[in-house]
């Protein structure tokens, strides 16, 4: 049985690609991932059987043999670094909290920054599935 990596796959479009063993791309429909998996990382190692398509090698009865590793998982800061951030995040809140209840949003400077820091507190509490 072929195997090889997933070289990118879109949920939305229903397809994507594996790149076998060998270096040849090998398109992959949804049809052909495993019950219940609606979703393939890029990088996962996969098993397949290889179908003549109309364009082409199509993979069928796709195996995932180990899952690629999440980067943001990798690369986020540890609980308790977490934690102060969060702490500054909220009185940084609290002090823009205080401006809107006098009727005044923040300046634009300290809106664009606390606009920041959410996006980037956010990005390391949403982990990839």
């Not at 040849?24 to 190692?45: C, I, M, Q, S, Y």
């Not at 986020?76 to 702490?87: F, G, H």
Request: proline residues 6%; without cysteine; glycine residues 8%.
């Amino acid at each position: 049985m072929p195997s090889g990596r997933v070289r990118w796959f879109d949920a939305n479009k229903g397809y994507g690609f594996i790149t076998d063993d060998g270096g040849r791309d090998v398109f992959l429909p949804a049809a052909a991932l495993p019950e219940g998996t609606n979703a393939l990382r890029k990088g996962a190692k996969v098993e397949f059987s290889v179908v003549d398509g109309r364009k082409g090698p199509q993979a069928m009865g796709v195996t995932v043999v180990a899952s690629a590793p999440s980067l943001v998982k990798a690369t986020r800061p540890k609980p308790d670094d977490m934690a102060a951030i969060v702490e500054d995040l909220i009185k940084l809140l609290d002090a823009a909290g205080n401006d809107l209840r006098r009727h005044h949003y923040p300046s634009q400077s300290e809106s664009r920054k606390l606009a920041v820091l959410l996006r980037a507190v956010a990005d390391n509490f949403d982990v990839e599935e």
